[in-house]
């Protein structure tokens, strides 16, 4: 059955033809040696994908001939010392590797050379990648290196096996049976991560409960770490600020309590000796009720440090988030995060990145970039992105997230003049110390096929793709993924392209288009809810709807938020004039009669959205209609069903939206538009 279980490492059968010929050719051979750790997990990889996809199997040899495959390091293979391209192999990071056709000993041969185990893995996905989709394997000339040193899922999962904002079904982790019982699902979840170069997990919620830290649970937390660590993930936990309080027996929690400081030093010690590649600590600190350091007067940069001096010695790093706001709401929640962490900027310790989600509400379907990055010249930042679709339809609508990414990562900061893109901001390893970090929240569950929608599958992968390298593109992405889900097949791939590619686009016109932003349901995330009126959580700061007006005007002469960018993107969003009409909303109040740059008021304008947002999602369920026949049927009627909901969906957004809004406005809905259901 086509459950969607394998994901992107389905290695069904290319056939038998030219180009799958040729791959067998240059297959036929292997020298691999190698039995233990990162090499064997690569080695056994290589084994089922040469058997899957070309159907023969791995014959390991230990002599030179024309068309094998050579591969490992300088250590499992040291005639490498010997070739041209040892220089190369000495040049790459920790986790680099070449794939290359050279010359060895008189042989034409295919080189998968990396400095470490965990590049080899890294280097033979890549290889099989490029057979998945049917690239030629010849002239090879690959050389790769991340360009982030981080690349961590933040696993929003309870200890009691649910999932926060998980649409896929319970947690994986089985707390019950760990450490002892090692389930496959934990081993297809290392290679999934490791085949798109993802290098950490932080296990459990960052609403976190202090007793993941005591020892029987390490124990079960050092029983992942030991599945894991062939696939060159490291586990990290999430620390509750109040721990040494809950589960240490002290009476307080003060950052600058020295009984609580070794509370700490002493826990870290026994997590290393449970978990000696521990990762470190994931916090949200005060934060939506959270405890943290402010609790005792201290700042974010005390608690951080704390946590940071302790475990500083074993290589362990903090992650701080910066998803800080003032819960009685007597400030825009948008200025919050900046105006919190802004002046700490410099006084965190060099193992310690301040961590901001990438916009400056909370994860909406569209945000301008959080100004913290190109805001803190001298800390290290990592990014968080939530891949979990909490305000993008769940699991239920296809929303390729690929296209999000990089928009945030795109976007230029100016931080130091034209080009400070936030990826490059990610990226600048003179300010960070020579760390750097992104983070994504993972939409995995218990589901058959992991994600809920099986197009989820491709935000976890772009995810991953993005982290290894942030300034590479989300269509080629989606094309891989494309490619290595479904088929190598244009009549397959154009339509499934495309339908990625508008689908976020879609979602943002039939849910929040123009800049508006939090009107979706209270409680689920799910669904409009514009309407909602709440002392703690008030719609109204929003949207700020009236009778002749929306938006908030966060411009110098309202909240100021737009002073938080650098000029030009100041200037930028500051004017009306020029701001994006895509954030119109977010930094203006915005009469209904407003001429738009199209020449529609407002109020038509944003009508049209709505109308379009429905218009495109039946688009996709047409194009996908398409492949009946081309692709599997359970993997067809999968998507079909869900896209029935979605239309079903876009039209209670959009109807639910364009009445409150109307109630107010008081204006019709154009003639041309107006459709009976
Ligand atoms: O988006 C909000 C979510 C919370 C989440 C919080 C956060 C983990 O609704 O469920 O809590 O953000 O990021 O801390």
Redesign the pocket.
Known sequence: AESGYELWLRYKPLGNNELSESYRQRNRKVLFPGETGSLAAAKKELRAGLSGLLGIDLAETETLEDNMLIIGTPQSIPLFRKQAFYPEIEGLSDEGYLIQNSKMEGKMVTVIAARTDIGVLYGVFHYLRLMQTTQPLEQLAIKENPKLRYRVLNH?DNLNGTV??GYAGYSIWNWERLPFYKEQRYIDYARANASVGINGAVLN???AQAKSLRTDWLVKASGLADVFRPYGIKVYLTAKFSAPREIGGLDTANPKDPQVQKWWKDKVEEIYSLIPDFGGFLV?AN??G?PGPQDYGCSHADGANMLAEVLEPYGGIVFW?A?VYQNERQVDRVINGYNEFKPLDGKFRKNVFVQP?NGPI??QPREPFHPLFGGMPDTPLSL?F?ITQ??LGHAGHLVYLGTLFEETLQSDTYENGKGSTVSKVLQNYQKTHGISAIAG?PNIGTDLNWTGHLFGQANWYAFGRLAWNPDASSAEIAEDWAKMTFSNEDSVLSPVLRIMQMSREAYVNYTMPLGLNHIMNYDT?NGPEPWHDDPVWTAFDYHKITEDSIGVNRTAGGTGAVLQYHSPVYEKFENIKTCPPEYLLWFHRVPWDYKMPSGKTLWDELVCHYYKGVDEVRLMQKLWSGLKGKIDRERFDHVASLLEYQEQEAIWWRDGCLLFFQEYSGLPIPADLEQPE
Do not use: L, P, T
């Open positions: 929003w926060e904002r919620n960052v609403n949200k934060s939506e959270q988030r998803f989600k909370d994860f968080e939530q909490e305000n929240v995330h």
